[in-house]
């Protein structure tokens, strides 16, 4: 299977020139089956360039599970029932914090109001959670943190393993969120509650910006 295309708005990365054509190769050598597919390895890149990006919600690694996966973090593949349990677990934060409802798991929509859902690693072996966790997708995030720190933006970061990238996100007048992560294991330990798309969105209009609209799909 040939590698997927680089995201041409963020071929300026070093990652790419320096950690992308090893990273490739193993998987390229795999033979499992790894998510998601390659055509969808960087679509949240694609879909995002910098200058559309108002918020960040940075998540972990895809979903294990064939055919869930779709390229952005915490969003499956349109259709897809039943819905993970942390995306369960944002949706009822969701209507927590706005009153709004929704069932359909692919979050596309939210990626087109300017909203970057980044996983820290973008691959992941079948039925293994975190299983390219050390791979070197760090180095990416890394720098598309620093990249994004160019101007005030909003950053989630969900759980421990989120919140460790914090430090690459530069100066001050970013609204920076932390929470507990929304997987049944640690949701009601302080992600519950949180209301990180109001909080987000009073930010946006005080700066005089349009708010998301996090109804879109």
Known sequence: MSAPAIPR??????FFAKD??????????????ILPPAELRFAALEESPPESIRAVILGQDPYPT???????????TAGTRP????LRNIFKELEGDL?????????S???EEGVLLLNTALSVPAGDAGGHRRLGWQRLTEEILTRLSDRPRAFVL????????QPFIRGSD???????????????????GSRPFSRINAWLTSRGEPEINWTRT
């Open 109 to 111: 929509g939210w990626a």
């Open 99 to 107: 009153g709004v409802r929704r069932d359909e798991g692919d979050l």
């Open 20 to 33: 992308w054509p090893r990273i490739a190769a193993q998987l390229e050598a795999e033979d499992r089956l």
């Open 9 to 14: 708005d963020w071929a300026h990365l070093d």
């Open 158 to 165: 969900w759980g421990a393993q989120a919140q460790a990238f």
């Open 83 to 86: 819905l993970p349990r942390s």
């Open 66 to 76: 064939p055919g869930h996966a779709n390229g952005l973090a915490f969003s499956v």
């Open 174 to 192: 970013h609204l920076i969120l932390t929470a507990p992560h929304p997987s049944p294991l640690s949701a009601r330990r302080g992600f519950f």
